[in-house]
């Protein structure tokens, strides 16, 4: 892992809705703290155990975290893709990281310092409710995924990944076409399931005429009849 000056972090800062109405002065204090890190394939951000100084922004690539079990067992609990954020909750606890930062893709993040968050909150209220509603989101999405991994089928939560995986143009289009994001078994272990059991209803959905896969290209010839499946337990 190789890390940069700090060259138009304003920039990448500028488009993360957390810095959103910023004062210009505000948002190049915290550029000056923060670190502009390139990242291979394969690097590990961060591992388990190890203090947390700050947050991650992903410019550009994919990360996943994760945990690993004293068998070595991996389980992702999640798959950071472009423009998003990930470490604020464990920032404000003062704590260690409980899972592992990889990256799945050759990226570009921004590393913002603890110190220049905390330096923030003390004099503006709008960037503290910002904070505060990007945290309650997060609580948010992993109450949905208890949902999922507790009520859900496998069949409806690979349905509902490839519809998140899929252009934003796909929801009310006929037919869609594009390339998963990630590798099979990366999201087998997101979704809570064995590769295995993961090919076997992509395999599944395809006699059924709701799909066609080659490697990753994923073709739906109808998200309306997909959609209707995910209906189905």
């Known amino acids: 892992m190789r890390d940069h000056k700090p060259i138009s972090l304003e920039s990448h800062l500028a488009n993360l809705p ?8 505000d948002l190049e204090r915290i550029a000056r703290g923060s ?11 961060f591992r388990a155990g190890d203090a947390c100084s700050g947050f991650h922004l992903l410019v550009y690539g994919q990360v996943k975290l994760a945990f690993t079990s004293t068998q070595g067992t991996e389980k992702i609990v999640e798959i950071v893709r472009q423009g998003q954020t990930f470490g604020e909750a464990v920032m404000f ?21 603890k110190v220049a968050i905390l330096k923030e909150l003390e004099h503006d209220h709008s960037f503290a409710r910002k904070m505060m509603a990007a945290l309650a989101k997060r609580t948010h999405d992993l109450m949905m995924d208890v949902e999922a991994y507790s009520l859900l ?24 076409e594009f390339e998963l994001t990630a590798g099979k078994g990366v999201i087998a272990s997101r979704l809570s399931i ?4 993961f090919s ?28 209707k499946c995910q209906d189905k337990p």
Request: aromatic residues 4%.
């Open 194 to 197: 064995t590769q295995e059991h």
């Open 93 to 113: 606890l003062d704590g260690v990281h409980i899972v592992f930062a990889q990256t799945l893709q050759d990226s570009m993040l921004v590393h913002i310092p």
């Open 153 to 176: 089928s496998a069949k409806q939560r690979i349905i509902g990944y490839l519809m998140s995986d899929a252009p934003p143009a796909a929801i009310g289009s006929n037919q869609v």
């Open 18 to 25: 957390l810095f959103s109405g910023i004062a210009t002065a």
């Open 35 to 45: 670190k502009l890190v390139s990242a291979s394939k394969g690097d590990v951000l």
């Open 200 to 227: 076997r209803v992509l395999h599944d959905l395809c006699d059924l005429g709701l799909l066609e896969v080659s490697g990753k290209h994923i073709r739906i010839p109808n998200v309306a009849n997909l959609l």
